[in-house]
């Protein structure tokens, strides 16, 4: 594949933000020796540096110009069609030893891994450009905050950073001068764009991630699922503080009183829709607003967990994605977006399937190939993406910015069950909320390559994400609830409960605000609920469902706990913790005992 990344030479005053930090120089020194670049560009973020890196996209094909009145300042990418989603079997945590990484992750040793990766990278920036990009993950004066690099030379991959961080200057003045200073090292390279020769290495020890053969932006933006995931969770563990796979919302009553809420779902179970939600006419008055969609960062202060968004943007799954599903996501990516492997119309707008109105009669499908509402092929791809500023967002928070972070009155776990798991329900206390986490479990998703919808255990959303062992993960999520005098409350969703005959009984959405709001009552202990087996749950008089179209028997099966359902349930918590080789704690399998003793008459 030549010419995938041909060099860019820019006028004076364009990519020569060279930083001073002699650390980071070496760095860039012994990488540009190995991939031998034809120039490095150093970026600083600003708005003459994306015009002009717009203008060389849209030359070399990275990019496609939108219609500009219909979706101003946007443009669409293509991926390799080799390259449309995560590679979790490619993905590596490289520790010095396997039962560091854990269970759950692919591991290589680090020495040879790096060998490997060494020669994949050598001489692989020959004729291309290489990008400096140096980011910050976090906002300016929080303690959570990291700074992290990423040499790359994908254009795609600075435009796109640019939007989901915090990028240039304000990275560089966060780092400071010192070279023993903390500061991730992330290089990405295109390479040939080949499954064959694809991995994403991360090395916690060494703070370093290396992804190579890939430029999907879960495999490429180095600052999301690698180091504020990854790396993150590992540091967080070290450091005491925590990384989770997790939206932040706040939710505000008529009378102003606020809370925030913090939800980890898998990828492409509605983290974004939820983090967006706008309540139903019923609420009137009532407000949720937007933290962050897809990653939460957490510390403990004064007995309470605080979470801040480390992400300055949105990476968000599209199809589905409609004015009646999440308005306030289309009003996000009406402008200023980069949108992935969608379909174009003749008229130069995007389109994918569920967005509101009639499918175009003619578009070009995400592949670049002549589609109609006939074809049998998906005009967007399932996966198709859209990077936005999370500036864009009308409900955007107004603490987003905060360094201490918003507290955190709950944590709320959720899958994409068919079956078995009710609505909502609460966890008894801190550790029995950590065993939900811990044996979470969701249909899968085309977020990442393989079958979708096998039913897995994704504990705290955190499967592919977790950067170490998965067994002092759980540890240390137990631990921290030990330093916590105010730890917020647990609960456990299902939007996505089916009936008998194979339709949803939840209708989602905006009305999650019902459940939101019987989670609210909840922390303000005015919340109805039943002790029942499996935890706190509302009776069908706890939820207001007023003004709400949905049948009784409906709302029975929702809340329904079905025996049979649930000793089949226990069974697959125990082969899973089974499954992970003894690295559960004793206080986990006595909470899986306890749930089994309860069922018992
Ligand atoms: C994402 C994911 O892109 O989880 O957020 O895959
Ligand atoms: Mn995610």
Redesign the pocket.
């Known amino acids: 594949m030549k010419n995938l990344a041909p060099a860019i030479f820019p006028p004076k005053g364009i990519g020569d933000a060279k930083p001073s930090n002699r650390a980071v120089l070496d760095w860039v020194h012994e990488i540009a020796t190995l991939t031998q670049p034809e120039n490095i560009f150093w970026c600083d973020g600003s708005e003459r540096e994306n015009e002009f890196l717009i203008a060389e996209s849209l030359k070399q094909n990275v990019l496609i110009e939108l219609n500009q009145k219909k979706v101003p300042g946007s443009y669409l990418h293509r991926s390799n069609p080799n390259d449309v989603?995560?590679v979790e079997q490619f993905t590596f945590v490289c520790t010095p030893t396997k039962q560091e990484a854990g269970p759950t992750n692919n591991w290589a040793e680090p020495r040879e891994i790096y060998a490997k990766l060494r020669e994949l990278l050598r001489g692989a920036m020959r004729g291309r450009t290489m990008f400096v990009i140096p980011y910050m993950m976090g906002p300016a004066d929080s303690p959570l905050t990291k700074v992290g690099f990423e040499i790359t030379d994908s254009k795609y991959v600075v435009l796109s950073l640019r939007t989901m961080t915090r990028m240039g200057e304000i990275a560089l003045r966060r780092l400071g001068d010192d070279p023993s200073a903390e500061w991730n090292r992330g290089v990405h390279s295109l390479l040939d764009v080949n499954p064959e020769r694809r991995f994403i290495c991360h090395f916690p020890q060494d703070n370093t991630i290396i992804s190579v053969g890939s430029g999907y932006?879960?495999n490429v933006l180095l600052s999301?699922?690698c180091l504020a995931l990854r790396i993150g969770s590992y540091l967080a563990c070290k450091q005491g503080w925590m990384a989770e796979?997790m939206l932040i919302l706040g939710v505000e009553s008529p009378e102003g009183r606020k809370h925030y809420v913090a939800a980890a779902f898998?990828?492409?179970c509605g983290?974004t829709n939820f983090a967006m939600l706008i309540p139903p006419a019923h609420f009137k008055g009532w407000k949720v607003t937007t933290v962050g969609d897809?990653i939460g960062w957490m510390r403990i202060r004064d007995g309470r967990l605080y979470a801040v968004n480390p992400e300055n943007g949105y990476?968000?799954?599209v199809p589905g994605t409609s004015y009646k599903s999440n308005p306030n996501a289309m009003r996000s990516i009406a402008h200023d977006t980069i949108y992935t492997n969608v379909a174009l119309t003749d008229d130069g707008d995007v389109w994918w399937e569920g967005k509101d109105g009639d499918p175009p009669a003619h578009a070009i499908d995400w592949r670049g190939n002549d589609w109609t509402p006939q074809s049998k092929e998906k005009a967007a791809h399932p996966n198709s993406?859209f990077t936005t500023p999370m500036r864009n967002n009308p409900a955007l928070d107004p603490d987003v910015e905060k360094g201490e972070g918003v507290p955190i009155s709950a944590i709320i776990f959720g899958g994409r069950r068919s079956d078995t798991v009710p609505l909502v329900y609460q966890a008894f206390d801190w550790s029995h909320g950590v065993y939900l986490g811990a044996t979470m479990a969701s249909e899968t998703t085309a977020?990442?390559t393989g079958a979708v919808g096998r039913v897995r255990r994704d504990p705290m959303a955190m499967l592919?994400?977790c950067g170490y062992n998965i067994g002092d993960y759980f540890q240390h999520w137990l631990n921290i609830g030990k330093r916590l005098s105010n730890p917020p409350l647990i609960f456990n969703v299902n939007w996505f409960r089916k009936g008998a005959d194979g339709k949803f009984l939840w209708s989602g959405f905006g009305e999650n605000m019902r459940v939101l709001k019987w989670i609210i009552d909840r922390c303000e202990g005015s919340g109805g609920a039943l002790k029942s087996p499996i935890g706190w749950l509302p009776s069908p008089h706890d939820l207001d469902l007023a003004e709400l179209d949905i049948d009784h028997n409906a709302v029975d099966e929702l809340l329904g706990l079905d025996h049979e359902e649930w000793q089949k349930e226990i069974a697959a918590h125990k082969e899973f913790f089974d499954s992970l080789g003894g690295v559960v704690s004793e206080e986990l399998q006595r909470q899986r005992d306890q749930l089994a003793a309860r069922f018992k008459p």
Do not use: L, Q
């Open positions: 989603a995560r932006g879960g999301k699922k796979h898998p990828s492409a983290k897809d990476f968000g799954v993406r977020a990442a592919p994400f």
